[in-house]
């Protein structure tokens, strides 16, 4: 390690040690600060259009901001983004809006998130140096602060009407940090403007391989790291010769000025090829630990359906910790998690106002909306914010579970996506609860699940669900006539209201269909081309896009079952 990167280091641990001391003072007194970071909004923001509209200059208590300022979601937005991506300024926010945030696109429509200085140095700091602090109580050596692998691009995806940039949240994140990456992790910055994702797994790989003491992986979701360490056994052989030479393969369709750029970077290290030739030759089950002897954790989303591919990467991790850090959205920083393994985050008072309508008011016309310290263990809710960047009373539609409290701070745990809930006849199946059943139905059929979606059928009456399902070997498919069935009793036991649901003839049989090898990487490639980003990519549980499913019924492997 080099002085610059020592300095940077000693700087970065500084920091985030007063970073910690900071949050954990805030979650002493929860309510409080996040009542400030309210009024701070309102007075920024109170001769804004919508300041103005709702008069912010008036209201002085959370009650009054409540009774003054509706409930909304994203359309009641559309009206003055539009504005400002024509690069109208004083809309929703007074201060300049320096990038769109797009959301994922693969719940919905993609939607323009409007980002701020402010607002992404609150979500820098969180993201980084916060769950940095965090770290040093749970992994100590995590101070040592060697270099990581990032699997993110600072890609954007174009610009508005008024010049603005747009793209992922978290690429508008990672430009901001462009002059740290060197000291952070071992991709250089021309790796993270590539789009083509195979392509810019194996530049992370070789760059990362170099590096014997990296200290962890991070992603935005656990399919990510997964698909890296498939593309590590399946580029092996390549990854050895570039590292041997210090070159990079011809094979790859790279531009010119990347590719010399990071050739620059590269030095033959046939020593470390040899020792990571060895170990490949061994195999890649918990090739992990063999290649990074120093690895300390995975740094990625793991909770909720992001479960499928847990056990898929444990082969190749195996009890390696997988820390699902921080819970967020494009719209605002929710939690973070204190514990790794363990997907439940403590609400972060200083980066929105936070407040939660009880499940069982969601429907309501008029819904009650509680705050931080008026929450219930074991009551599940949905989640509203009002960020730093001009969204008042955000309806987010994430659906989680409040556990306890840290300090005075709520614990939670996110439970599923509002707009993923089938919910044919009143049964309001949860994506966990779907992930769950398939999985016990997967390992009942003898086969390994690949990946999944769903759609609530309405073509037939009563309606029914169906299922388009990836396994391994699906060629070695027996006794295919049994699988619905067993599937069937898998989601009435995760779901008893299913159940009960199809006893009473309100469903009607599910609809089973198995889908050729290679189709939800091809799925992927479509919600890419139609917009979601490579960062924030994820499969849909719940399709509604008739051209999607058009796709997965083209890609049956055999007659439905």
């Given at each position: 390690m080099g002085i610059l990167q020592k300095a940077v280091g000693f700087a970065m641990n500084t920091a985030a040690g007063a970073y910690w001391k900071r949050f954990d003072g805030d979650t002493r007194r929860a309510m409080a600060v996040n009542e400030s970071v309210l009024k701070n909004i309102l007075d920024i923001n109170k001769d804004t259009e919508y300041g103005r509209r709702y008069n912010f200059a008036?209201?002085?208590?959370?009650?009054?901001?409540?009774?003054?300022?509706?409930?909304?979601?994203?359309?009641?937005?559309?009206?003055?983004?539009?504005?400002?991506?024509?690069?109208?300024?004083?809309?929703?926010?007074?201060?300049?809006?320096?990038?769109f945030g797009l959301t994922s696109g693969t719940t919905g429509s993609q939607k323009l998130i409007p980002i701020t200085s402010r607002a992404r140095?609150?979500?820098?700091?969180?993201?980084?140096?916060?769950?940095?602090?965090?770290l040093f109580n749970t992994i100590p050596d995590s101070r040592r602060f060697d270099k990581g692998l990032i699997l993110m691009n600072t890609v954007t995806s174009g610009l508005t009407r008024g010049g603005i940039p747009t793209g992922a949240g978290t690429s508008g994140g990672m430009m901001s940090m462009k002059r740290v990456i060197p000291y952070l992790w071992t991709s250089p910055p021309e790796i993270l403007q590539i789009t083509n994702q195979p392509d810019a797994n194996y530049l992370h790989l070789l760059f990362a391989l170099k590096e014997k003491n990296l200290m962890y992986i991070g992603s935005t979701f656990t399919a990510h790291v997964l698909n890296l360490f498939k593309h590590m056994e399946k580029t092996g052989e390549n990854l050895v010769e570039d590292i041997a030479?210090?070159?990079?393969?011809?094979?790859?369709?790279?531009?010119?000025?990347?590719?010399?750029?990071?050739?620059?970077?590269?030095?033959?290290?046939?020593?470390?090829?040899?020792?990571?030739?060895?170990?490949?030759?061994?195999?890649?089950?918990?090739?992990?630990?063999?290649?990074?002897?120093?690895?300390?954790?995975?740094?990625?989303?793991?909770?909720?359906?992001?479960?499928?591919?847990?056990d898929k990467l444990r082969f190749y991790i195996l009890d390696l910790p997988i820390h699902s850090a921080v819970y967020a959205s494009t719209e605002a920083i929710i939690g973070v998690s204190l514990k790794p393994g363990e997907p439940s985050y403590v609400v972060t008072p200083r980066t929105a106002y936070h407040e939660f309508i009880p499940f069982n008011e969601?429907?309501?016309?008029?819904?009650?909306?509680?705050?931080?310290?008026?929450?219930?263990?074991?009551?599940?809710?949905?989640?509203?914010?009002?960020?730093?960047a001009g969204l008042y009373r955000y309806r987010l539609g994430d659906i989680v579970k409040m556990t306890g409290y840290y300090h005075q701070s709520p614990v939670i745990e996110f439970l599923y996506r509002r707009g993923q809930l089938i919910n044919l006849a009143g049964e309001k199946t949860s994506e966990q609860a779907v992930c769950r059943a398939l999985s016990q139905a997967v390992k009942q059929w003898g086969h390994e699940l690949v990946d999944f979606t769903t759609m609530a059928d309405y073509d037939i009456s009563p309606g029914r669900y169906i299922f388009f399902v990836e396994v391994n070997n699906p060629a070695g498919l027996s006794g295919?006539?049994?699988?619905?069935?067993?599937?069937?009793?898998?989601?009435?036991?995760?779901?008893?209201?299913?159940?009960?649901?199809?006893?009473?003839?309100?469903?009607?049989?599910?609809?089973?269909?198995?889908?050729?090898?290679?189709?939800?990487?091809?799925?992927?490639?479509?919600?890419?081309?139609?917009?979601?980003?490579?960062?924030?990519?994820?499969?849909?549980?719940?399709?509604?896009?008739?051209?999607?499913?058009?796709?997965?019924?083209?890609?049956?492997?055999?007659?439905?079952?």
């Open positions: 008036q209201i002085l208590t959370k009650q009054e901001y409540k009774a003054a300022v509706p409930l909304a979601t994203y359309e009641d937005y559309k009206e003055y983004i539009d504005k400002m991506a024509e690069g109208k300024c004083n809309i929703l926010t007074s201060e300049p809006v320096k990038y140095r609150v979500v820098s700091g969180h993201m980084g140096l916060l769950i940095q602090g965090v030479r210090g070159t990079i393969s011809k094979g790859m369709d790279l531009d010119p000025q990347i590719r010399s750029c990071l050739e620059k970077k590269l030095h033959p290290n046939p020593a470390r090829a040899d020792a990571i030739d060895k170990e490949f030759e061994r195999g890649f089950e918990g090739i992990a630990k063999r290649v990074w002897p120093g690895l300390l954790y995975l740094n990625c989303v793991a909770g909720g359906d992001f479960s499928i591919y847990v969601m429907d309501s016309p008029n819904p009650v909306a509680l705050d931080l310290d008026q929450l219930s263990a074991g009551k599940k809710y949905e989640v509203v914010v009002t960020n730093l295919a006539t049994r699988c619905p069935g067993i599937l069937e009793e898998t989601i009435g036991r995760a779901n008893p209201r299913y159940l009960a649901a199809r006893r009473a003839g309100r469903i009607a049989p599910l609809k089973l269909i198995f889908v050729k090898a290679g189709t939800f990487d091809r799925l992927a490639k479509i919600l890419m081309e139609k917009g979601a980003s490579a960062n924030q990519l994820k499969i849909p549980r719940l399709i509604r896009d008739g051209e999607l499913a058009n796709f997965l019924r083209e890609r049956t492997l055999n007659s439905p079952v």
